[in-house]
């Protein structure tokens, strides 16, 4: 079984961003809080918590079976879905995959590249949180 990524201690968070930017770096080669895959947003102001919205990697992932284009998404061993991003093509669908997400947001698409973007459970958002929000647990349940 693989591990998955878990937003373990969201009370932690204090919207520093560095998960964001430890993602677009390693996953897409550039700085980015749109070409990331996880997103931070501030749930009611200055004074109030964050939210984590991320991928958390289904066993069944149902946005691999929405996607209408034939292996552009695929189940990754261990929960979540890797893109295949010379298959997938934004502009030959009408965006299935976020439909079926259950996480709000957990899915995007990149309109520069005309991609999908998406968590692919590597942990690289881990190592940059230096508030522990962030923890890879080996994958249990759906979820």
């Given at each position: 079984m693989g591990k998955r990524l878990r937003v373990k201690n969201l009370d932690r968070c204090i919207g520093c961003l560095e998960c964001v930017y430890a993602c677009s770096r390693t996953n897409e080669k550039l700085l980015?809080?749109?070409?990331?895959?996880?997103?931070?947003?501030?749930?009611?102001?200055?004074?109030?918590?964050?939210?984590?919205?991320?991928?958390?990697?289904?066993?069944?992932?149902?946005?691999?079976?929405?996607?209408?284009?034939?292996?552009?998404?695929?189940?990754?061993?261990?929960?979540?879905?890797?893109?295949?991003?010379?298959?997938?093509?934004?502009?030959?669908?009408?965006q299935e995959c976020i439909e079926a997400c259950p996480i709000p947001g957990a899915i995007h698409i990149d309109v520069d590249i005309n991609k999908a973007i998406v968590c692919r459970q590597c942990g690289a958002c881990v190592q940059y949180c230096s508030t522990g929000v962030l923890v890879m647990e080996e994958a249990t349940g759906e979820w």
């Open positions: 980015s809080n749109y070409r990331s895959a996880i997103a931070v947003k501030a749930s009611g102001g200055i004074e109030r918590n964050y939210v984590v919205v991320v991928c958390r990697g289904c066993r069944s992932p149902p946005c691999a079976p929405a996607c209408p284009i034939p292996g552009a998404i695929k189940p990754r061993e261990g929960g979540g879905v890797i893109v295949d991003r010379e298959i997938c093509d934004a502009t030959k669908c009408n």
